[in-house]
């Protein structure tokens, strides 16, 4: 279940595999575990901007398919800047809606404090046809920081998997992701 998140002052108090928003990823797994994952930044994914960039972990994780953790170009503390639980909805997306509403009302009492935004379906910009979208509710917090719960529903031509994400953003990733990563 993705229901195991605690009350919490900040965004940073959660956790997503035991990480949080702050910690360093050296403190999970080495340097050179680090250096062989595989990296979605601009030359490997969409992102126009390589000021911050994602690694996805596979192993050693036991909620999710996979974990994505964002961190800063060239920073060798491997700070994380956001984190997202993927969990794979391949054979049934329909599922992951129904998950998806499950844990808004979990994160409505949690987030008390967070501004709450759904967005329905919207096209997905790594996907030029307009075919995969993305399911989202934001939970906005007032320093700029925020929680995501969102469903990827990738055209098959994409071949991406189907998944829920559960994430946390940092204020920096986030402005990073709104105002460069994409443009």
């Given at each position: 279940s993705f229901q195991t998140l605690v009350k919490a002052d900040d965004i940073g108090d959660f956790e997503i595999e035991g990480m949080s928003i702050g910690d360093s990823?050296?403190?999970?797994?080495s340097e050179s575990e680090i250096s062989s994952l595989s990296r979605y930044d601009?030359?490997?994914g969409s992102y126009k901007s390589n000021k911050f960039f994602d690694l996805r972990l596979k192993k050693n994780?036991?909620?999710?398919?996979?974990?994505?953790?964002g961190v800063k170009f060239m920073d060798k503390s491997y700070k994380i800047f956001s984190l997202a639980g993927a969990k794979d909805y391949?054979?049934?997306v329909s599922d992951c809606y129904v998950e998806m509403t499950n844990i808004e009302k979990t994160f409505n009492e949690l987030f008390k404090n967070a501004k709450v935004k759904k967005v329905n379906k919207a096209k997905h910009p790594s996907d030029?046809?307009?075919l995969s979208t993305i399911s989202s509710v934001y939970f906005d917090f007032p320093n700029q920081d925020y929680a995501s719960i969102q469903c990827f529903d990738w055209h098959k031509d994409m071949n991406f998997w189907d998944n829920l994400r559960i994430g946390l953003f940092s204020a920096d990733?986030?402005?990073w992701l709104q105002y460069e990563a994409h443009k």
């Open positions: 990823l050296l403190d999970f797994i601009k030359k490997n994780i036991n909620k999710y398919s996979e974990v994505l953790v391949s054979n049934n030029k046809s307009g990733y986030s402005k």
